[in-house]
């Protein structure tokens, strides 16, 4: 789910719903990131109306405002939260991952990742959430960062990999 706005963001937030409750597969990436916290923070936090700043640039207190630095076209260091998904899939604890991104996290909404389960897994090297994946699920993984870009230079992603693995675990788990 990259990219943003969508053209129906009610749906795209019901479908992050429905893998949220349901176990199934998910992988957000740079606008799937943006709307699983939006999803989560309707869902967890309480916020009646996460606000979206591009697509609600008067909200009073959206939970995604401007990255304070676009990250359009850029690059840049990972550093993965010791012992998440993130950091055993990649088999490292940083990597150098690709964005093509405006929009992220607000810093005042940061917090309500510390309580879990929905907690950070990645972060760049000013500290700011890069990734985030959900305890207890499956595969519950958003990014803001692409990694199914690393396919543009010809490399394989291990992130994409594992979820196609997920994905088709899950499949199988429903077929038999």
């Known amino acids: 789910m990259p990219a943003s706005p969508y ?6 937030l019901a479908a992050i719903r429905f893998a949220r409750e349901t176990g199934r597969p998910y992988l957000g990436t740079c606008g799937g990131f943006q ?24 909200a009073a207190d959206p939970v995604i405002t401007p ?3 676009g990250l359009v076209e850029k690059s840049g260091v990972v550093h993965f939260a010791p012992g998440s998904r993130l950091a055993r899939i990649y088999g490292t604890p ?21 309580a879990g389960p929905l907690r950070v897994a990645a ?10 994946e959900l305890d207890g699920h499956p595969f519950f993984v958003a990014t803001l960062f692409q990694p199914e870009r690393a396919t543009l230079e010809g490399r ?6 594992a979820f196609a693995a997920a994905a088709a675990a899950a499949r199988d788990v429903r077929a038999a």
């Not at 709307?35 to 916020?47: D, M, V």
């Open 7 to 12: 053209a129906d963001t009610a749906g795209a």
């Open 35 to 58: 709307h699983a916290i939006r999803e989560y923070a309707a869902a967890a936090w309480g916020i009646a109306r996460p606000a979206h700043a591009e697509t609600d640039p008067g």
């Open 67 to 69: 990255l304070a630095c």
């Open 94 to 114: 940083r990597a150098t991952e690709t964005y093509h991104c405006r929009y992220g996290l607000s810093p005042r909404h940061a917090a309500g990742l510390d």
């Open 123 to 132: 972060c760049d090297d000013a500290g700011e959430v890069r990734a985030i």
């Open 156 to 161: 394989a992603q291990p992130l994409v990999a």
